[in-house]
């Protein structure tokens, strides 16, 4: 059973840089074909996918984040990272982390994290 679970802080201030990490069990990062994925969730603009790093270590963006994200991973602790810079009120929603054989086409989702952007 492949488990993903996110973790940090709960609140970010304005300008900050928001981190958020992904700790996978049941599976590695590295396994031949999966994608692992960034995903977040607002009422405003639905699920909207930032972007996912590859089994090999390939980075994919949305264009319309990818000025301000970066996905890293750490092999050793089976764990993919995600920083947002720059955040504002805007980027107040829930984060999730997925599992996916082609990017979009998620089949393990972490539970969400939900974080705050405020003073």
């Known amino acids: 059973q492949v488990q993903l679970q996110e973790s940090g802080p709960g609140l970010v201030k304005p300008s900050q840089t928001l981190s958020l990490t992904c700790t996978v069990s049941?599976?590695?990062?590295?396994?031949?074909?999966?994608?692992w994925n960034w995903i977040r969730q607002s009422p405003e603009k639905g699920l909207e996918w930032m972007g996912a790093?590859?089994?090999?270590?390939?980075?994919y963006y949305s264009p319309s984040l990818e000025s301000r994200t970066s996905i890293s991973r750490d092999t050793s602790r089976n764990q993919f990272a995600l920083q947002l810079s720059s955040v504002t009120p805007e980027d107040t929603t829930v984060y999730y982390c997925?599992?996916?054989?082609?990017?979009?086409?998620?089949?393990?989702w972490g539970k969400g994290t939900q974080v705050a952007v405020s003073s």
């Open positions: 790093i590859r089994y090999n270590g390939m980075t």
């Open positions: 049941g599976d590695s990062i590295t396994t031949d074909n999966y994608y």
């Open positions: 997925a599992r996916a054989v082609h990017l979009c086409q998620y089949d393990y």
